[in-house]
């Protein structure tokens, strides 16, 4: 509002809006006199639609609908439309929607617009529902209804795969007639990354027949989330071989996979190129090597990034509070105090923090992820019957991280039977985590209770289910070695073993006087 009121006083307003602003105030004008006159005409009006949509003037959505009907124009599509689109960008999601439901006539571009202002909107399964409703109705979508849907459908997640995948096809029947935006091809991209399909992802980059920045960081952040960040650094540097500009997004996800993978050095040689190309100033990027710096143990780096931010925002904060108490460094604030009063072994502190949250003392609504904080503080200290009942009295559904967090120190502090419980939850919450078998297993095997061990075991491979290879990172030189169990596909294997053997002569032999 006070950039709208700023333009009223403005010396040179926009053309457009100056003459709507015109006609608007004759209209006014009018209603007081004895002869009312229509001031306003549909370009004018339209005019002032795309200004207020513009500038998300809440305001005066009611009054230019006034205009619509007064100048009898609410049958025409086009003006019905953009007082939609007008109410989606002001947030009037219900305004828009009924705006919509008294049009006669529902063109391809009226079921457009209220299909993305809903997913825009975050109202992804009532998106859904109204391209549904669009095809019924015997209109054709076009590439930019689909679009809407598929963000809608990115929106939903796995949930909204199969229905995803139809949209695609439609698509796909649309590049064969024409072509097809580069937003849409994007929008299929994007959809199944966060659908969790990276297979179907990968596909659809590598059919795309251009490629802009906007697709190779979708399939880099893809990748990056799947926890293939070492694919994700791979594809950055065929991006920059290809001779695309990076932009900021591009060096966010290069730092977060530099972080994911502890790559200090490779971070730091990302973080000069981007202060050469000028977006150390973005929040992003400063966010992110934040929290590289932080991840990799250089809380000082990291701190020297937090105070040279100018204006700190509530994630860069968050950042540095946890990197403080991951390090020792235990500060105040919510979520992140509770893991550094965790990692500090401050259970006192601890529970003061979490009452003062849980009787409302702290404007801030408690979530799951406090009681998590909280059981893994007494997980930490070996309290586990406290955790354990603490675990299984919270007022949310049973917590993975919780129970990972008991299984974890069950294992430390060597209470096989409370691991066996853990790890029997995990797999009930979480059956389709091939982890949680194995570590059923693991806990059944340190009671020696082989029967049970070699029956889970014998699911495990009847179900298919694989215990993931123990994976390592060195970092020799400028180069890093990636080493996995039992693989001997390194190409200096044998000079590692004779190096190791030589290690263990050393280690064994006696020494003198003894």
């Known amino acids: 509002m006070s950039r709208w009121s700023a333009s009223w006083q403005s010396p040179s307003p926009k053309p457009a809006w100056d003459a709507a602003r015109a006609a608007m105030s004759r209209w006014s004008a009018s209603w007081q006199s004895p002869s009312p006159k229509p001031a306003w005409d549909a370009a004018s009006l339209a005019g002032a639609l795309k200004d207020a949509a513009s500038r998300r003037s809440a305001p005066y959505v009611r009054p230019l609908h006034a205009v619509l009907l007064k100048l009898g124009l609410s049958a025409s599509a086009i003006l019905a439309t953009s007082l939609a689109h007008l109410a989606f960008r002001c947030g009037l999601p219900g305004y828009a929607r009924d705006l919509f439901d008294e049009m006669p006539h529902h063109d391809v571009v009226s079921w457009t617009s209220l299909i993305t202002g809903h ?11 109204l391209l549904r409703r669009m095809v019924n109705s015997g209109v054709a979508p076009n590439g930019y209804s689909l679009s809407g849907g598929l963000l809608a459908c990115a929106g939903v997640g796995k949930d909204a795969l199969a229905l995803g995948k139809e949209i695609h096809a439609r698509i796909c029947k649309l590049k064969r007639h024409g072509t097809v935006d580069a937003v849409v091809e994007n929008g299929v991209l994007d959809m199944y990354s966060r659908c969790g399909s990276i297979e179907y992802a990968r596909k659809v980059f590598q059919s795309m027949v251009v490629r802009n920045i906007v697709a190779w960081n979708s399939m880099m952040s893809a990748l990056l989330g799947s926890g293939q960040a070492e694919e994700a650094l791979g594809l950055f540097v065929s991006m920059i071989s290809c001779g695309f500009a990076v932009d900021e997004f591009s060096f966010s996800i290069v730092v977060d996979a530099c972080r994911d993978l502890a790559l200090l050095k490779q971070g730091m040689q990302v973080h000069a190129q981007v202060v050469g190309g000028g977006f150390e100033s973005d929040d992003i990027v400063r966010n992110s090597l934040l929290d590289m710096y932080a991840k990799c143990g250089c809380v000082d780096s990291a701190e020297l990034i937090f105070k040279a931010t100018p204006s700190h925002d509530a994630v ?84 993975v991280a919780a129970w990972s967090s008991l299984l974890n120190s069950s294992r430390i502090y060597g209470n096989a039977k409370m691991s066996r419980l853990a790890a029997s939850r995990l797999l009930k919450l979480d059956p389709e985590n091939h982890s949680n078998w194995v570590a059923l297993s693991s806990a059944h095997a340190l009671e020696s209770d082989w029967h049970e061990t070699w029956k889970i075991r014998e699911n495990m491979s009847r179900e298919c289910v694989k215990k993931e290879p123990g994976c390592s990172w060195v970092q020799l030189n400028d180069g890093v070695h990636v080493f996995l169990m039992a693989d001997q596909s390194h190409p200096e294997l044998i000079g590692i073993l004779h190096t190791l053997d030589s290690m263990e002569d050393v280690l064994v032999m006696p020494q003198k006087g003894t």
């Open 119 to 129: 997913a825009h909107q975050g109202l992804h399964r009532d998106s859904l529902a």
């Open 316 to 399: 860069l904060w968050t950042t540095m509070i946890s990197a403080y108490g991951k390090f020792g460094r235990v500060r105040v604030a919510c979520l992140a105090v509770l893991s550094a009063c965790s990692h500090g072994g401050l259970v006192r502190e601890g529970w003061h923090y979490f009452k003062l949250m849980s009787d409302g003392q702290i404007s801030v609504r408690i979530q799951p992820e406090h009681y998590g904080c909280m059981a893994d503080l007494l997980c930490r200290k070996g309290y586990l019957e406290k955790a354990l009942e603490f675990i299984e009295n919270m007022p949310f559904d049973s917590s």
